[in-house]
T-cell receptor, first 114, second 114 residues
Framework: QQQVKQSPQSLIVQKGGISIINCAYENTAFDYFPWYQQFPGKGPALLIAIRPDVSEKKEGRFTISFNKSAKQFSLHIMDSQPGDSATYFCAASSSTDSWGKFQFGAGTQVVVTP | EAQVTQNPRYLITVTGKKLTVTCSQNMNHEYMSWYRQDPGLGLRQIYYSMNVEVTDKGDVPEGYKVSRKEKRNFPLILESPSPNQTSLYFC?????????????FGPGTRLTVL
């Protein structure tokens, strides 16, 4: 049973468009929500992360929106570029878990067309 | 260069033939873990280690063993591989068990068990 549900499974967006990936969770103890970016043949790499004390975090063209009451968070990629084509994973963890365990979403494959 | 390395990168084997996938990090990280990545399931944690000689099971430990005799190395052992262990495996490390610390992933090992 996946503790973090991610959608859509795949996404095709034109260059310059906005990519939006959504994640939902059930465990209210989760208090750290990172997004990872994975290129083919590479390991995932941390892209951006948020804690629930803020509702939005922006780094360049990447923004996380967080809705604590709905237990949802999303990644927005503004002005999408072909170099953004990758698989994106959301994740969640709890600071009360001394082992720092992460639960990952199933991943979203994003393709940005020229 | 700070990195997590895995060997081999690709491996095809047969059912029942013991194998070891090595993982090494040069960042003096205390925390290391193994994940498997399967389509539609995201990344699932197999085992993790908080420090030398301290390991514990993740979400999908069946059929796997690990050891942590040195801080930098965390090998994954499949004593009797089966076809359902065909997957993409990632080793990861971070400074400590606290989840807020950035987690660094290796490049992955693609394992096929025939």
């Amino acid at each position: 049973q996946q503790q973090v549900k991610q959608s859509p499974q795949s996404l095709i967006v034109q260059k310059g468009g906005i990519s939006i990936i959504n994640c939902a969770y059930e465990n209210t103890a989760f208090d750290y929500f990172p997004w990872y970016q994975q290129f083919p043949g590479k390991g995932p790499a941390l892209l951006i992360a948020i804690r629930p004390d803020v509702s939005e975090k922006k780094e360049g063209r990447f923004t996380i929106s967080f809705n604590k009451s709905a237990k949802q968070f999303s990644l927005h990629i503004m002005d999408s570029q072909p170099g953004d084509s990758a698989t994106y994973f959301c994740a969640a963890s709890s600071s009360t878990d001394s082992w720092g365990k992460f639960q990952f979403g199933a991943g979203t494959q994003v393709v940005v067309t020229p | 260069e700070a990195q997590v390395t895995q060997n081999p990168r690709y491996l095809i084997t047969v059912t029942g033939k013991k194998l070891t996938v090595t993982c090494s990090q040069n960042m003096n990280h205390e925390y290391m873990s193994w994940y498997r990545q399967d389509p539609g399931l995201g990344l699932r944690q197999i085992y993790y280690s908080m420090n030398v000689e301290v390991t514990d099971k993740g979400d999908v430990p069946e059929g796997y063993k690990v050891s942590r005799k040195e801080k930098r190395n965390f090998p994954l052992i499949l004593e009797s591989p089966s076809p359902n262990q065909t997957s993409l495996y990632f080793c990861a490390s971070r400074v400590s068990g606290i989840s807020y610390n950035e987690q660094f992933f290796g490049p992955g090992t693609r394992l096929t068990v025939l």
